[in-house]
């Protein structure tokens, strides 16, 4: 599973012969590739008339090209916003309720996000075969597939360590651009150009295979929200600047507190661990049917519904498997 950082045409349309070289040394003879891009098909034409990257089938004979186009802009922003000003309207009617939460669109684009990820999966190991994931920029959709992908296909990745590991690789070490992407919240009334919640529809994609496979993945909810929490507001330095050349200028690492470190200490582990995991080395096939994929009630409520009583029912749990 590989992802593109950058277009695989140069400027000015200008071929990368280092990018055919590179592809072409991945697949042996006769063997074939998938290259799952994540603009439309209009964009990806768009962008090599005005000079961006995109495949031309002729330089890579071996690959076959599939676009999934995925939301990760302005509109997804938009969503978000809508889906959250939903939430938070308690004088909604059901008729209504409903109604806004379809309009914004928001199960769409993570119904969205799995299906591509599925895709990309299926390929690797269904077909057996190389995908190289490209997107526009490489360090948004790309990395939402690409990391969704390997939740579903490597049960080291559902574990708490292996998917810290996930998180510091795909996302951080990538150069997913957090400082941008994160810079305020759904409830501020400034409008960033760059803000965008891919890192939340990961984890909200995440929150939908926990809920499909509640004994497949090692940490539960409270991780995930930890983690929403510290992408937009945070005490420590794990997901601060943009990218890797920024921390490195900013002495991240010299001046911050690791939050691995901190939720990794025994006493703060265990308010993350799912007592009910049981490792499954099986890959995990999520349905994407619109019936399936469900509102994360645990973020988009928690302001709004008390969660005593699931926290009570949780411990209760807990309670139970140590006793066992």
């Given at each position: 599973?590989?992802?593109?950082?950058?277009?695989?045409?140069?400027?000015?349309?200008?071929?990368?012969?280092?990018?055919?070289?590179?592809?072409?040394?991945?697949?042996?003879?006769?063997?074939?590739?998938?290259?799952?891009?994540?603009?439309?098909?209009?964009?990806?034409?768009?962008?090599?008339?005005?000079?961006?990257?995109?495949?031309?089938?002729?330089?890579?004979?071996?690959?076959?090209?599939?676009?999934?186009?995925?939301?990760?802009?302005?509109?997804?922003?938009?969503?978000?916003?809508?889906?959250?000003?939903?939430?938070?309207?308690?004088?909604?009617?059901?008729?209504?309720?409903?109604?806004?939460?379809?309009?914004?669109?928001?199960?769409?684009?993570?119904?969205?996000?799995?299906?591509?990820?599925?895709?990309?999966?299926?390929?690797?190991?269904?077909?057996?075969?190389?995908?190289?994931?490209?997107?526009?920029?490489?360090?948004?959709?790309?990395?939402?597939?690409?990391?969704?992908?390997?939740?579903?296909?490597?049960?080291?990745?559902?574990?708490?360590?292996?998917?810290?590991?996930?998180?510091?690789?795909?996302?951080?070490?990538?150069?997913?651009?957090?400082?941008?992407?994160?810079?305020?919240?759904?409830?501020?009334?400034?409008?960033?150009?760059?803000?965008?919640?891919?890192?939340?529809?990961?984890?909200?994609?995440?929150?939908?295979?926990?809920?499909?496979?509640?004994?497949?993945?090692?940490?539960?909810?409270?991780?995930?929200?930890?983690?929403?929490?510290?992408?937009?507001?945070?005490?420590?330095?794990?997901?601060?600047?943009?990218?890797?050349?920024?921390?490195?200028?900013?002495?991240?690492?010299?001046?911050?507190?690791?939050?691995?470190?901190?939720?990794?200490?025994?006493?703060?582990?265990?308010?993350?661990?799912?007592?009910?995991?049981?490792?499954?080395?099986?890959?995990i096939w999520p349905s994407v049917e619109p019936q399936s994929i469900q509102l994360w009630q645990g973020l988009f409520l928690r302001w709004i519904r008390p969660s005593q009583h699931l926290d009570e029912a949780w411990e209760e749990i807990q309670r139970l498997v140590e006793e066992n």
């Open positions: 599973l590989l992802r593109s950082s950058q277009p695989l045409t140069g400027p000015n349309r200008r071929r990368s012969r280092e990018d055919e070289k590179l592809l072409g040394t991945i697949l042996d003879e006769g063997e074939r590739g998938f290259i799952i891009d994540t603009r439309s098909a209009q964009a990806a034409k768009q962008a090599r008339m005005s000079g961006g990257g995109t495949e031309p089938k002729s330089s890579y004979p071996q690959w076959r090209r599939l676009h999934r186009p995925l939301e990760r802009g302005r509109p997804l922003q938009e969503s978000f916003i809508k889906l959250v000003e939903a939430c938070n309207d308690p004088s909604l009617s059901m008729d209504r309720w409903l109604s806004r939460l379809e309009s914004s669109r928001w199960l769409s684009h993570v119904k969205a996000a799995l299906s591509t990820a599925c895709l990309a999966a299926q390929c690797l190991d269904r077909e057996g075969s190389k995908v190289l994931v490209h997107g526009a920029e490489g360090t948004d959709t790309t990395l939402l597939v690409t990391a969704l992908a390997q939740v579903i296909l490597d049960p080291s990745c559902r574990t708490l360590e292996g998917f810290q590991g996930l998180l510091e690789r795909e996302w951080i070490e990538a150069g997913h651009p957090f400082h941008l992407r994160c810079a305020r919240s759904a409830s501020s009334h400034a409008r960033g150009k760059q803000e965008a919640p891919l890192f939340l529809l990961f984890l909200d994609c995440v929150w939908q295979l926990s809920r499909q496979f509640p004994f497949s993945l090692e940490f539960g909810e409270q991780l995930l929200l930890a983690l929403f929490d510290n992408a937009y507001a945070s005490a420590f330095g794990t997901f601060l600047c943009n990218n890797e050349k920024e921390r490195s200028l900013c002495k991240v690492k010299e001046s911050t507190h690791s939050l691995w470190a901190w939720l990794n200490q025994p006493e703060e582990k265990q308010k993350y661990l799912n007592p009910l995991y049981s490792h499954n080395s099986l890959v």
